[in-house]
Protein backbone atom coordinates (compact mmCIF):
# COMPACT_ATOMS: atom_id res chain seq x y z
CA UNK A 1 0.00 0.00 0.00
CA UNK A 2 1.28 3.41 -0.54
CA UNK A 3 0.63 5.77 1.96
CA UNK A 4 2.52 8.66 0.85
CA UNK A 5 2.36 9.43 -3.00
CA UNK A 6 4.02 12.72 -4.75
CA UNK A 7 2.21 14.43 -7.58
CA UNK A 8 4.63 15.73 -9.72
CA UNK A 9 3.63 18.12 -12.38
CA UNK A 10 2.41 21.54 -12.93
CA UNK A 11 0.06 22.41 -10.22
CA UNK A 12 -0.83 25.44 -11.00
CA UNK A 13 -0.89 27.24 -7.50
CA UNK A 14 -4.75 28.24 -6.92
CA UNK A 15 -6.26 25.59 -7.69
CA UNK A 16 -5.71 22.53 -10.38
CA UNK A 17 -9.38 22.45 -11.49
CA UNK A 18 -10.62 26.34 -11.05
CA UNK A 19 -11.23 28.75 -13.40
CA UNK A 20 -8.49 31.18 -12.61
CA UNK A 21 -8.86 34.96 -14.03
CA UNK A 22 -4.78 35.23 -14.59
CA UNK A 23 -4.57 37.95 -11.86
CA UNK A 24 -2.45 37.80 -9.55
CA UNK A 25 -2.02 38.86 -5.85
CA UNK A 26 1.54 36.94 -4.81
CA UNK A 27 3.67 37.94 -8.11
CA UNK A 28 6.01 40.84 -6.94
CA UNK A 29 4.67 44.04 -7.36
CA UNK A 30 7.03 45.02 -10.24
CA UNK A 31 6.70 42.15 -12.19
CA UNK A 32 6.91 42.03 -15.42
CA UNK A 33 5.32 39.31 -17.83
CA UNK A 34 7.21 40.38 -20.77
CA UNK A 35 10.74 39.67 -18.96
CA UNK A 36 9.54 36.50 -17.53
CA UNK A 37 8.53 34.81 -21.12
CA UNK A 38 11.82 35.95 -21.69
CA UNK A 39 13.34 34.23 -19.21
CA UNK A 40 11.73 31.00 -20.58
CA UNK A 41 12.36 31.54 -23.84
CA UNK A 42 9.41 33.14 -25.51
CA UNK A 43 10.09 36.60 -27.50
CA UNK A 44 6.56 38.64 -27.53
CA UNK A 45 8.08 41.31 -30.10
CA UNK A 46 8.08 38.30 -32.60
CA UNK A 47 4.58 37.28 -31.96
CA UNK A 48 2.22 39.07 -33.79
CA UNK A 49 -0.88 38.41 -32.74
CA UNK A 50 0.81 40.68 -29.44
CA UNK A 51 0.69 44.06 -30.78
CA UNK A 52 -1.85 46.29 -29.54
CA UNK A 53 -3.12 44.15 -26.96
CA UNK A 54 -4.18 47.11 -24.57
CA UNK A 55 -7.05 47.88 -27.27
CA UNK A 56 -8.60 44.47 -27.36
CA UNK A 57 -11.63 42.91 -26.16
CA UNK A 58 -11.63 39.45 -24.21
CA UNK A 59 -12.51 37.95 -27.10
CA UNK A 60 -10.00 38.94 -29.20
CA UNK A 61 -7.55 38.88 -26.20
CA UNK A 62 -7.76 34.85 -26.32
CA UNK A 63 -7.41 34.85 -29.99
CA UNK A 64 -3.74 36.61 -29.17
CA UNK A 65 -3.15 34.29 -26.59
CA UNK A 66 -4.19 31.23 -28.24
CA UNK A 67 -2.00 32.29 -31.61
CA UNK A 68 0.61 33.27 -29.32
CA UNK A 69 0.46 29.60 -27.81
CA UNK A 70 0.58 27.91 -31.32
CA UNK A 71 3.25 30.43 -32.42
CA UNK A 72 5.13 29.06 -29.52
CA UNK A 73 4.22 25.45 -29.38
CA UNK A 74 3.19 24.58 -33.19
CA UNK A 75 -0.02 22.93 -34.06
CA UNK A 76 0.72 19.91 -31.91
CA UNK A 77 -0.02 21.32 -28.88
CA UNK A 78 -2.96 23.47 -29.69
CA UNK A 79 -6.52 22.86 -30.48
CA UNK A 80 -8.51 25.34 -31.95
CA UNK A 81 -12.20 25.65 -32.63
CA UNK A 82 -11.47 24.66 -36.09
CA UNK A 83 -9.61 21.43 -34.86
CA UNK A 84 -11.73 17.99 -35.29
CA UNK A 85 -9.90 17.42 -31.87
CA UNK A 86 -11.84 20.23 -30.41
CA UNK A 87 -15.05 18.37 -30.11
CA UNK A 88 -13.71 14.95 -29.34
CA UNK A 89 -12.33 16.88 -25.94
CA UNK A 90 -15.26 18.84 -24.97
CA UNK A 91 -17.98 15.75 -25.51
CA UNK A 92 -15.71 13.55 -23.39
CA UNK A 93 -16.69 15.82 -20.10
CA UNK A 94 -18.56 14.23 -17.48
CA UNK A 95 -21.22 16.66 -16.83
CA UNK A 96 -23.20 18.32 -19.60
CA UNK A 97 -22.28 21.84 -18.27
CA UNK A 98 -18.81 21.18 -18.77
CA UNK A 99 -19.40 20.13 -22.20
CA UNK A 100 -20.99 23.00 -23.25
CA UNK A 101 -18.47 25.06 -22.48
CA UNK A 102 -16.32 26.47 -25.89
CA UNK A 103 -12.78 27.52 -24.54
CA UNK A 104 -11.35 29.85 -26.81
CA UNK A 105 -8.58 27.29 -27.22
CA UNK A 106 -6.98 23.73 -25.74
CA UNK A 107 -3.23 23.57 -24.67
CA UNK A 108 -1.62 20.66 -23.84
CA UNK A 109 1.54 21.71 -22.11
CA UNK A 110 4.14 18.28 -22.08
CA UNK A 111 6.52 19.94 -19.04
CA UNK A 112 6.02 22.58 -15.97
CA UNK A 113 7.89 25.22 -18.14
CA UNK A 114 4.90 25.60 -20.81
CA UNK A 115 2.83 25.67 -18.08
CA UNK A 116 4.53 28.82 -16.40
CA UNK A 117 4.63 30.18 -20.07
CA UNK A 118 0.81 29.56 -20.46
CA UNK A 119 -0.17 31.47 -17.20
CA UNK A 120 2.31 34.09 -18.54
CA UNK A 121 0.81 34.57 -21.65
CA UNK A 122 -2.65 34.69 -20.10
CA UNK A 123 -1.46 37.63 -17.87
CA UNK A 124 0.07 39.30 -20.51
CA UNK A 125 -3.14 39.22 -22.91
CA UNK A 126 -5.94 38.78 -20.01
CA UNK A 127 -7.56 35.67 -21.31
CA UNK A 128 -8.48 33.86 -18.57
CA UNK A 129 -7.55 29.75 -17.98
CA UNK A 130 -9.09 27.08 -16.77
CA UNK A 131 -7.06 23.52 -16.28
CA UNK A 132 -8.49 20.02 -16.88
CA UNK A 133 -7.12 16.77 -15.18
CA UNK A 134 -9.95 14.36 -15.54
CA UNK A 135 -13.05 17.01 -15.76
CA UNK A 136 -14.97 14.89 -13.22
CA UNK A 137 -16.95 18.37 -12.60
CA UNK A 138 -20.98 19.14 -12.63
CA UNK A 139 -20.49 23.24 -12.86
CA UNK A 140 -19.76 25.35 -16.15
CA UNK A 141 -15.79 26.81 -16.07
CA UNK A 142 -14.64 24.19 -13.12
CA UNK A 143 -11.84 22.56 -15.72
CA UNK A 144 -12.51 24.12 -19.01
CA UNK A 145 -12.52 27.94 -19.52
CA UNK A 146 -15.65 29.59 -21.40
CA UNK A 147 -14.52 31.99 -24.29
CA UNK A 148 -10.15 31.28 -22.38
CA UNK A 149 -7.32 28.68 -22.29
CA UNK A 150 -8.24 25.10 -21.35
CA UNK A 151 -5.33 23.63 -20.15
CA UNK A 152 -5.37 19.50 -20.48
CA UNK A 153 -2.61 18.05 -18.84
CA UNK A 154 -3.20 14.95 -20.57
CA UNK A 155 0.56 14.66 -21.92
CA UNK A 156 2.06 15.06 -18.84
CA UNK A 157 0.61 11.52 -17.43
CA UNK A 158 3.94 10.26 -15.21
CA UNK A 159 3.94 7.46 -13.21
CA UNK A 160 6.61 6.46 -11.59
CA UNK A 161 7.55 4.71 -8.21
CA UNK A 162 10.94 5.35 -6.06
CA UNK A 163 13.36 3.02 -5.43
CA UNK A 164 12.09 1.92 -2.38
CA UNK A 165 8.58 2.12 -4.05
CA UNK A 166 7.06 4.32 -1.09
CA UNK A 167 6.63 6.51 -3.10
CA UNK A 168 4.61 7.20 -6.38
CA UNK A 169 4.89 10.41 -8.81
CA UNK A 170 1.87 11.17 -10.23
CA UNK A 171 1.32 13.67 -13.00
CA UNK A 172 -1.47 15.53 -13.11
CA UNK A 173 -2.66 14.30 -16.46
CA UNK A 174 -3.49 11.01 -15.04
CA UNK A 175 -6.76 9.42 -14.19
CA UNK A 176 -6.86 7.20 -11.02
CA UNK A 177 -8.02 4.06 -13.28
CA UNK A 178 -4.26 4.64 -15.29
CA UNK A 179 -2.81 4.88 -11.67
CA UNK A 180 -4.08 2.04 -10.67
CA UNK A 181 -2.79 -0.16 -13.82
CA UNK A 182 0.50 1.30 -13.47
CA UNK A 183 1.10 -0.19 -9.92
CA UNK A 184 -0.70 -2.98 -9.71
CA UNK A 185 2.31 -5.33 -11.16
CA UNK A 186 3.92 -3.92 -7.79
CA UNK A 187 1.51 -5.36 -5.89
CA UNK A 188 0.43 -1.17 -4.83
CA UNK A 189 -2.29 0.82 -5.02
CA UNK A 190 -2.55 4.55 -3.83
CA UNK A 191 -5.04 6.67 -1.71
CA UNK A 192 -7.10 7.73 -5.12
CA UNK A 193 -10.56 7.88 -6.34
CA UNK A 194 -13.34 5.06 -6.37
CA UNK A 195 -13.92 5.55 -10.39
CA UNK A 196 -11.29 4.75 -12.58
CA UNK A 197 -12.31 7.87 -14.55
CA UNK A 198 -11.71 10.29 -12.06
CA UNK A 199 -8.62 12.83 -12.74
CA UNK A 200 -6.26 13.28 -10.32
CA UNK A 201 -5.80 17.28 -10.34
CA UNK A 202 -9.40 17.84 -8.33
CA UNK A 203 -9.62 14.64 -6.45
CA UNK A 204 -6.48 15.61 -4.62
CA UNK A 205 -6.83 18.86 -4.14
CA UNK A 206 -10.37 18.99 -3.48
CA UNK A 207 -9.22 16.26 -0.51
CA UNK A 208 -10.06 13.16 -2.27
CA UNK A 209 -12.42 10.10 -0.49
CA UNK A 210 -10.55 6.79 -1.57
CA UNK A 211 -11.73 3.02 -0.46
CA UNK A 212 -8.75 3.11 1.73
CA UNK A 213 -9.61 6.52 3.72
CA UNK A 214 -11.01 4.60 7.04
CA UNK A 215 -7.68 3.59 7.14
CA UNK A 216 -5.52 6.11 6.38
CA UNK A 217 -6.91 9.39 5.38
CA UNK A 218 -8.12 11.27 2.68
CA UNK A 219 -6.07 11.33 -0.48
CA UNK A 220 -4.14 14.86 0.62
CA UNK A 221 -3.22 13.59 3.78
CA UNK A 222 -0.97 11.20 2.00
CA UNK A 223 0.69 13.76 -0.52
CA UNK A 224 4.15 13.82 0.04
CA UNK A 225 4.73 16.92 -1.69
CA UNK A 226 3.26 18.99 -4.91
CA UNK A 227 5.92 19.81 -7.75
CA UNK A 228 4.34 23.90 -8.30
CA UNK A 229 5.43 25.87 -11.05
CA UNK A 230 5.34 29.09 -9.87
CA UNK A 231 5.40 31.43 -13.47
CA UNK A 232 6.48 34.42 -11.63
CA UNK A 233 10.00 32.58 -10.38
CA UNK A 234 11.06 30.28 -12.83
CA UNK A 235 12.99 27.32 -11.20
CA UNK A 236 11.72 27.32 -8.07
CA UNK A 237 9.78 24.49 -6.10
CA UNK A 238 7.15 24.38 -3.64
CA UNK A 239 6.61 21.42 -1.06
CA UNK A 240 3.60 20.96 0.64
CA UNK A 241 3.70 20.46 4.14
CA UNK A 242 2.20 17.42 5.03
CA UNK A 243 -0.63 18.07 8.50
CA UNK A 244 0.43 15.69 10.98
C1 LIG B 1 9.91 44.48 -19.17
O1 LIG B 1 10.83 43.63 -19.81
C2 LIG B 1 11.00 43.91 -21.19
C3 LIG B 1 11.86 42.79 -21.79
O2 LIG B 1 12.99 42.50 -21.01
C4 LIG B 1 11.59 45.29 -21.35
O3 LIG B 1 11.76 45.59 -22.72
C5 LIG B 1 10.65 46.30 -20.71
O4 LIG B 1 11.22 47.60 -20.76
C6 LIG B 1 10.34 45.93 -19.26
N1 LIG B 1 9.29 46.80 -18.76
C7 LIG B 1 9.40 47.47 -17.62
C8 LIG B 1 8.23 48.30 -17.24
O5 LIG B 1 10.39 47.40 -16.92
C1 LIG C 1 -1.37 48.83 -33.59
O1 LIG C 1 -1.67 50.17 -33.25
C2 LIG C 1 -0.95 51.10 -34.03
C3 LIG C 1 -1.25 52.50 -33.47
O2 LIG C 1 -2.61 52.67 -33.19
C4 LIG C 1 -1.34 50.95 -35.50
O3 LIG C 1 -0.59 51.85 -36.29
C5 LIG C 1 -1.05 49.51 -35.94
O4 LIG C 1 -1.51 49.30 -37.26
C6 LIG C 1 -1.72 48.51 -35.02
N1 LIG C 1 -1.30 47.16 -35.37
C7 LIG C 1 -2.13 46.13 -35.44
C8 LIG C 1 -1.51 44.81 -35.80
O5 LIG C 1 -3.32 46.23 -35.23
C1 LIG D 1 -5.46 19.38 -34.68
O1 LIG D 1 -4.69 19.20 -33.48
C2 LIG D 1 -3.68 18.24 -33.58
C3 LIG D 1 -3.01 18.15 -32.24
O2 LIG D 1 -3.79 17.45 -31.33
C4 LIG D 1 -2.67 18.65 -34.65
O3 LIG D 1 -1.70 17.64 -34.76
C5 LIG D 1 -3.37 18.88 -35.96
O4 LIG D 1 -2.44 19.41 -36.87
C6 LIG D 1 -4.54 19.84 -35.80
N1 LIG D 1 -5.27 19.93 -37.03
C7 LIG D 1 -5.50 21.08 -37.63
C8 LIG D 1 -6.31 20.99 -38.90
O5 LIG D 1 -5.11 22.13 -37.19
Redesign the pocket.
Known sequence: MIRTISLVGAWLIASGATLVQADSSFEPANFNVTAALKGYGVDTSSIPALTNLSKRSTESACLAACASLESVF???????Q?????TTFTDAFWSEQQAEVRPSCIF?PSVNTDVAIVVLLSQLTRCPFAAKSGGHAAFRGASSSPGGITIWFTDMNEVSLNEDHSIASIGPGNLWGRVYKALEPYGLAAIGGRESSLGVGGFVTGGGISFHSNLYGWALDNVESFDVSLFFAPGVKCTYLRPI
Request: proline share 0%.
Open positions: GSEKVLDENTSYK
